[in-house]
């Protein structure tokens, strides 16, 4: 399996601009995480989804931030429009369980926005 | 609201040392607790899971502990290598809670040849 797939590695945009980021989780997991890491607050979860379905948005810190799960391969995270405080690391997770079982995360997003 | 806190935040110690990373959380009332490895550029890699109802786990050189009601767990690393250099998160997942996984800060190792 080549674990959880992130894309792309790195994006440097613009302020205003809309940023799209993707995610693959692994085959059979049916839980999906979306995180953010920043030096200032760590490692926060923005968003989780389980079995395509959305289930806690809470930390999703404004309106400009969506996220979607069309299928169970894939998980999108959309930022319209991005800011500069929007730039961290973001990563995206997936597991079998709820419990924290078989947690993976990919390798992350490092967004720059100028 | 649960508060994971990791120290010290940094530590270099030389090729050889058993070393111990610590970590503290507020709320006693946990479902379970993960030690992560993070390298730099990398996601984070699961390294020992204890349940609430266990006092450790082990794998190879890495032994983690619980103590739930003084709200304490600790990693030790026996004989520590240069490859172990990387950031260490533990992550605590609350009772009754979802899903919600509180990090802490991290412990940045560096293990000197």
């Known amino acids: 399996d080549a674990g959880v797939i992130q894309s792309p590695r790195h994006e440097v945009t613009e302020m205003g601009q809309e940023v799209t980021l993707r995610c693959k989780p692994i085959?059979?997991?049916?839980?999906l995480f979306w995180y953010r890491q920043t030096m200032m607050r760590g490692l926060e979860l923005l968003i989780y989804f389980n079995n395509n379905v959305p289930i806690d948005d809470s930390g999703m810190p404004e309106d400009r931030f969506s996220a979607k799960m069309p299928n169970a391969s894939f998980s999108t995270l959309k930022i319209q429009p991005s800011e500069p405080r929007d730039s961290a690391v973001y990563f995206c997770?997936?597991?079998?369980?709820?419990?924290?079982?078989?947690?993976?995360f990919g390798s992350g997003t490092r967004l720059t926005v100028v | 609201k649960q508060e994971v806190t990791q120290i010290p935040a940094a530590l270099s110690v030389p090729e050889g040392e058993n070393l111990v990373l610590n970590c503290s959380f507020t709320?006693?009332?946990?479902?379970?607790l993960q030690w992560f490895r993070q390298d730099p550029g990398k996601g984070l890699t699961s390294l020992l899971l204890i349940q609430s109802s266990q006092r450790e786990q082990t794998s190879g050189r890495l032994n983690a502990s619980l103590d739930k009601s003084s709200g304490r767990s600790t990693l030790y690393i026996a004989a520590s290598q240069p490859g172990d250099s990387a950031t260490y998160l533990c992550a605590v997942k609350e009772e009754g809670n979802n899903n919600d996984m509180r990090f802490g800060a991290g412990t940045r190792l560096t293990v000197k040849p």
């Open positions: 709320d006693s009332a946990i479902y379970n």
């Open positions: 085959s059979g997991h049916d839980y």
């Open positions: 997770a997936s597991s079998l369980s709820a419990g924290g079982y078989g947690y993976t």
